[in-house]
């Protein structure tokens, strides 16, 4: 599965455009929205399927320049691969093999760096907030958890190690993180020594150099140059996100990378030289001598620069962004990772192989010593890779990495594979034709399947390598299944929730509960449970019956195991406050997909969360009543009070909620956190109330009421809580002394409830891109500069997390309000590289909204 990329001498050439289909998602486990895919080598595959020359350097030819974007860009076909390792013929010191799989982080691998104690040793850094220095094992072959080192109260993005000194003859461990601090360990301790203030936004970036200085880069488009504990210059000059550093062995020169798409050269703080050729966000450097250096980026190319300024050399290969880039010792050889699932290794100004990995998004890598290749990647394990047969891993383990390699497949639309027609392709005939080189690949079709082989050079023999679907050769007709956001289903219905309102996709396998898909489907839409029944008997109806498991109709209670009561949701409709909306999907919202006016920005109103079914809460509390404390359980009087209260803030009655009952709502919602939930679900609903809002959140109240809510916010805490906290802030907005409070406490809520949404859970996802929603609502109507700042930091950092996309595009529509009408908000997003964290989304299908939203979004930008 490689593909040859040619070092392109001298001037550089127009490099091929970015392929922004399938960028980051940046977690352990992703949803039919962002499957986990694997790309492919692209081509025209008729026969022999070899990419067309790139480019030569200065070549004015339009045609070759685009022959080689359309081979890059092209296709759209989905592939079940059967093997990751591939190498070109004369590979110098052999092929490079996985020597290890290391479990334990949590969340994605976003840094690495090559350690000095223990010898052979490295540091991983995770979006799990934590840092791990590794140690080879006596064995030789494996690496073992030395310790763990905790400071960072956000993910940490990076890490370098600061050289020994008298002081600290181990050297010193420095990590980088989205709290926008950089924690120095030393090799010997958990906590930090000390801890580095000053940016304004993410680090995500750090270099050392001599004499203990350290350069830090971050989102705030700064540069930091640091001495043992203190801040000895700031490096101003970019204007967008600073995402690579790098200080040159000459002393006083230092090397920065932006989202503005340039890289500086700073000397005594002072900018020399800024170097521009690449088109999109500079995202890696790397050192190759006091008068040369690489870049990469997320136009999927590597530079060779002179320090004078002249680009020597352009390199191609990775079909998607290029996260990072390492050099070997000793030699200007090096290796890259990317988001095309790949880590690769170039040798000789080309590249010698290409490594696939289970992982959508390879964010980083080292060389250590001795020539081993680290990577740490998405699904939160690190992987090293190594040419020594002693140090290769056992025929198990490799069997066992390529059976999970297998097992994944490329989202449709990222086009690595070019357009398939499977009535053009050759038989199983054509497999007895030699290749021309080693890892070339070849598409033939046998028995009305597509089937991808590689050229093994070594063996003399074409390898399968995986079965093509989602091509015209691979329809439901002759692969029996339909193809579905890059993931296989046996059927994929269109649901039509009412005459007015959007076409809902319905993936569903026989082997599928139809019963659970339904709720899981009205669940993602936020949809109104009411219609479980219709539309489990509607999977059945048009499965005739086929089923693998036996149906249950009996739900548990996600959050608690037991009963029917789902917190925030309604088996029976009541009419939500304010009519229709089309943020919580009961609304007849229309995507205008034939239009060319924007309808989704900038927004006018708060969003909240409406929908409710108050004899299944009431239901609930009396339920767990039954489990509080004497001290705590509500009398009968107390629960008529909160079904009046119900009454009075769901039903838009004419009564008013009394002094009696906010007091036992008070009570209720300072029950214990496991019992808590259904009465955080009842202060959810009733803060919609003008009389409500004004008691809980006036001048009187507020302090308390704020505590309370911030206090169910704990990262630790249940989900349930988390929820339907979030949901409660949400609807705060409603009124005026919500909004004055919420507006008042941003700082605090938004650094709480960000924490909360770094985790998997979609509803909290969706719950926390609707809050960031009704902020920027707010500051849209006023002149805040500081919120907006703080928004829009927020909105790049989710959405690097999140995956369900009614959340993107809650969060593309805050993002649309924040910069709407301003040009300040404008320039700002522009400087956090909000454009290229956004862009894949321009190519969404389905829902249309997100697709048109984020063009429009794109627009201003």
């Given at each position: 599965m490689s593909r040859t990329a040619t070092g392109l001498p001298a001037t550089p050439p127009t490099p091929p455009q970015s392929n922004y289909n399938s960028h980051a998602a940046s977690r352990r486990q992703r949803n039919l929205f962002h499957p986990p895919r694997i790309a492919l080598p692209a081509g025209t595959y008729s026969s022999s399927s070899s990419p067309p020359p790139a480019p030569r350097a200065g070549s004015s030819s339009g045609a070759e320049r685009g022959a080689f974007r359309q081979w890059r860009r092209a296709g759209s076909c989905c592939v079940r691969a059967s093997a990751g390792l591939t190498a070109m013929a004369g590979d110098v010191g052999g092929a490079y093999r996985l020597r290890c799989s290391l479990p334990g982080h949590q969340q994605d691998v976003r840094g690495l760096a090559r350690g000095i104690f223990p010898d052979g040793g490295f540091v991983s850094v995770s979006r799990d907030r934590t840092a791990r220095l590794w140690a080879p094992d006596g064995l030789n072959r494996g690496f073992t958890e030395m310790h763990c080192m905790r400071g960072h109260s956000n993910f940490v993005s990076c890490v370098c190690i600061i050289p020994p000194s008298d002081l600290y003859p181990r050297g010193l461990i420095a990590t980088g993180g989205n709290d926008h601090n950089i924690c120095i360990f030393t090799v010997d301790s958990t906590a930090p020594l000390y801890v580095l203030k000053g940016h304004k936004n993410a680090v995500c970036s750090l270099s050392s150099g001599k004499f203990g200085t350290l350069l830090s880069g971050s989102w705030d488009t700064t540069a930091k140059v640091w001495l043992h504990d203190r801040c000895m210059m700031t490096l101003q000059g970019h204007t967008a996100a600073i995402w690579a550093v790098k200080i040159l062995p000459e002393q006083g020169l230092m090397l920065t990378g932006s989202a503005d798409k340039t890289i500086k050269l700073w000397k005594a703080g002072r900018c020399e030289r800024t170097f521009t050729g690449h088109e999109d966000c500079v995202r890696g450097l790397a050192i190759l001598s006091e008068m040369e250096f690489l870049s990469c980026a997320n136009d999927a190319s590597v530079r060779r620069w002179h320090i004078s300024g002249k680009c020597l050399q352009v390199y191609y290969g990775h079909t998607n962004y290029i996260y990072s880039i390492s050099v070997f010792p000793h030699c200007k050889d090096f290796v890259t990772t990317g988001e095309d699932r790949s880590l690769r290794i170039w040798k000789q100004g080309e590249c010698a192989q290409t490594i696939r990995l289970p992982a959508q998004s390879v964010w980083c890598c080292c060389v250590l010593d001795n020539g081993d290749i680290v990577v740490g990647a998405s699904d939160g394990f690190v992987r090293v890779f190594t040419e020594s047969s002693e140090r290769t891993a056992s025929a198990e383990e490799i069997q066992a990495f390529e059976n999970e390699l297998s097992q994944a497949s490329i989202d449709p639309k990222t086009g690595d594979l070019g357009d398939i027609n499977a009535e053009d392709l050759p038989g199983k005939e054509h497999l007895k034709e030699p290749g021309t080189r080693d890892g070339q690949t070849r598409l033939i079709k046998d028995n009305g399947k597509v089937e991808a082989y590689q050229w093994s050079v070594s063996e003399g023999r074409w390898i399968k390598i995986g079965d093509v679907v989602g091509s015209s050769g691979a329809t439901q007709q002759t692969s029996g299944k339909v193809l579905f956001e890059g993931k296989e289903y046996d059927y994929v219905f269109t649901i039509d929730v009412n005459e007015n309102g959007p076409s809902y996709k319905l993936p569903y396998n026989i082997t599928d509960d139809p019963w659970l898909t339904a709720y899981n489907f009205l669940q993602k839409n936020d949809l109104n449970p009411m219609f479980l029944d219709q539309v489990a008997k509607f999977i059945m109806d048009n499965t005739k019956g086929q089923t693998l498991l036996n149906t249950n109709t009996q739900f548990s209670d996600p959050f608690t195991g037991a009963g029917r009561y789902v917190p925030g949701s309604a088996s029976n409709a009541v009419a939500p406050m304010g009519g229709v909306d089309p943020y919580t999907g009961t609304g007849a919202y229309q995507s205008a997909a034939a239009k060319a006016e924007n309808i989704y920005f900038p927004k006018k109103d708060a969003v909240t969360f409406d929908q409710a079914n108050p004899t299944q809460i009431l239901g609930k509390l009396k339920e767990l009543n039954g489990t509080a404390t004497e001290e705590q359980k509500?009398?009968?009087?107390?629960?008529?009070?909160?079904?009046?209260?119900?009454?009075?803030?769901?039903?838009?009655?004419?009564?008013?909620?009394?002094?009696?009952?906010?007091?036992?709502?008070?009570?209720?919602?300072?029950?214990?956190?496991?019992?808590?939930?259904?009465?955080?679900?009842?202060?959810?609903?009733?803060?919609?109330?003008?009389?409500?809002?004004?008691?809980?959140?006036?001048?009187?109240?507020?302090?308390?009421?704020?505590?309370?809510?911030?206090?169910?916010?704990?990262?630790?805490?249940?989900?349930?809580?988390?929820?339907?906290?979030?949901?409660?802030?949400?609807?705060?907005?409603?009124?005026?002394?919500?909004?004055?409070?919420?507006?008042?406490?941003?700082?605090?809520?938004?650094?709480?409830?960000?924490?909360?949404?770094?985790?998997?859970?979609?509803?909290?996802?969706?719950?926390?891109?609707?809050?960031?929603?009704?902020?920027?609502?707010?500051?849209?109507?006023?002149?805040?500069?500081?919120?907006?700042?703080?928004?829009?930091?927020?909105?790049?950092?989710?959405?690097?997390?999140?995956?369900?996309?009614?959340?993107?595009?809650?969060?593309?529509?805050?993002?649309?309000?924040?910069?709407?009408?301003?040009?300040?908000?404008?320039?700002?997003?522009?400087?956090?590289?909000?454009?290229?964290?956004?862009?894949?989304?321009?190519?969404?299908?389905?829902?249309?909204?997100?697709?048109?939203?984020?063009?429009?979004?794109?627009?201003?930008?």
């Amino acid at each position: 599965m490689s593909r040859t990329a040619t070092g392109l001498p001298a001037t550089p050439p127009t490099p091929p455009q970015s392929n922004y289909n399938s960028h980051a998602a940046s977690r352990r486990q992703r949803n039919l929205f962002h499957p986990p895919r694997i790309a492919l080598p692209a081509g025209t595959y008729s026969s022999s399927s070899s990419p067309p020359p790139a480019p030569r350097a200065g070549s004015s030819s339009g045609a070759e320049r685009g022959a080689f974007r359309q081979w890059r860009r092209a296709g759209s076909c989905c592939v079940r691969a059967s093997a990751g390792l591939t190498a070109m013929a004369g590979d110098v010191g052999g092929a490079y093999r996985l020597r290890c799989s290391l479990p334990g982080h949590q969340q994605d691998v976003r840094g690495l760096a090559r350690g000095i104690f223990p010898d052979g040793g490295f540091v991983s850094v995770s979006r799990d907030r934590t840092a791990r220095l590794w140690a080879p094992d006596g064995l030789n072959r494996g690496f073992t958890e030395m310790h763990c080192m905790r400071g960072h109260s956000n993910f940490v993005s990076c890490v370098c190690i600061i050289p020994p000194s008298d002081l600290y003859p181990r050297g010193l461990i420095a990590t980088g993180g989205n709290d926008h601090n950089i924690c120095i360990f030393t090799v010997d301790s958990t906590a930090p020594l000390y801890v580095l203030k000053g940016h304004k936004n993410a680090v995500c970036s750090l270099s050392s150099g001599k004499f203990g200085t350290l350069l830090s880069g971050s989102w705030d488009t700064t540069a930091k140059v640091w001495l043992h504990d203190r801040c000895m210059m700031t490096l101003q000059g970019h204007t967008a996100a600073i995402w690579a550093v790098k200080i040159l062995p000459e002393q006083g020169l230092m090397l920065t990378g932006s989202a503005d798409k340039t890289i500086k050269l700073w000397k005594a703080g002072r900018c020399e030289r800024t170097f521009t050729g690449h088109e999109d966000c500079v995202r890696g450097l790397a050192i190759l001598s006091e008068m040369e250096f690489l870049s990469c980026a997320n136009d999927a190319s590597v530079r060779r620069w002179h320090i004078s300024g002249k680009c020597l050399q352009v390199y191609y290969g990775h079909t998607n962004y290029i996260y990072s880039i390492s050099v070997f010792p000793h030699c200007k050889d090096f290796v890259t990772t990317g988001e095309d699932r790949s880590l690769r290794i170039w040798k000789q100004g080309e590249c010698a192989q290409t490594i696939r990995l289970p992982a959508q998004s390879v964010w980083c890598c080292c060389v250590l010593d001795n020539g081993d290749i680290v990577v740490g990647a998405s699904d939160g394990f690190v992987r090293v890779f190594t040419e020594s047969s002693e140090r290769t891993a056992s025929a198990e383990e490799i069997q066992a990495f390529e059976n999970e390699l297998s097992q994944a497949s490329i989202d449709p639309k990222t086009g690595d594979l070019g357009d398939i027609n499977a009535e053009d392709l050759p038989g199983k005939e054509h497999l007895k034709e030699p290749g021309t080189r080693d890892g070339q690949t070849r598409l033939i079709k046998d028995n009305g399947k597509v089937e991808a082989y590689q050229w093994s050079v070594s063996e003399g023999r074409w390898i399968k390598i995986g079965d093509v679907v989602g091509s015209s050769g691979a329809t439901q007709q002759t692969s029996g299944k339909v193809l579905f956001e890059g993931k296989e289903y046996d059927y994929v219905f269109t649901i039509d929730v009412n005459e007015n309102g959007p076409s809902y996709k319905l993936p569903y396998n026989i082997t599928d509960d139809p019963w659970l898909t339904a709720y899981n489907f009205l669940q993602k839409n936020d949809l109104n449970p009411m219609f479980l029944d219709q539309v489990a008997k509607f999977i059945m109806d048009n499965t005739k019956g086929q089923t693998l498991l036996n149906t249950n109709t009996q739900f548990s209670d996600p959050f608690t195991g037991a009963g029917r009561y789902v917190p925030g949701s309604a088996s029976n409709a009541v009419a939500p406050m304010g009519g229709v909306d089309p943020y919580t999907g009961t609304g007849a919202y229309q995507s205008a997909a034939a239009k060319a006016e924007n309808i989704y920005f900038p927004k006018k109103d708060a969003v909240t969360f409406d929908q409710a079914n108050p004899t299944q809460i009431l239901g609930k509390l009396k339920e767990l009543n039954g489990t509080a404390t004497e001290e705590q359980k509500l009398t009968e009087d107390d629960l008529i009070m909160l079904e009046k209260l119900l009454s009075a803030t769901c039903n838009s009655s004419a009564e008013t909620p009394t002094p009696q009952q906010l007091q036992t709502l008070w009570r209720a919602v300072n029950w214990p956190e496991d019992i808590v939930f259904p009465a955080l679900d009842i202060l959810r609903l009733s803060v919609r109330h003008p009389t409500v809002n004004a008691n809980f959140c006036g001048e009187k109240d507020h302090v308390q009421f704020i505590r309370l809510l911030l206090k169910f916010l704990n990262p630790g805490g249940k989900q349930a809580n988390q929820l339907l906290t979030l949901r409660a802030l949400c609807n705060c907005f409603v009124n005026q002394a919500g909004q004055k409070l919420l507006m008042e406490q941003r700082d605090e809520i938004m650094t709480q409830a960000i924490e909360v949404a770094s985790g998997n859970n979609k509803n909290i996802h969706i719950a926390f891109a609707t809050l960031t929603l009704n902020y920027a609502v707010c500051l849209h109507k006023v002149n805040n500069t500081e919120g907006k700042v703080q928004c829009l930091s927020v909105i790049n950092t989710v959405m690097e997390v999140v995956q369900d996309l009614e959340a993107v595009f809650r969060l593309l529509v805050a993002l649309g309000t924040l910069i709407s009408d301003d040009t300040n908000a404008v320039q700002l997003a522009k400087s956090l590289g909000v454009d290229s964290q956004i862009k894949k989304y321009a190519s969404v299908s389905e829902p249309a909204k997100v697709k048109e939203c984020c063009r429009f979004v794109l627009n201003l930008l």
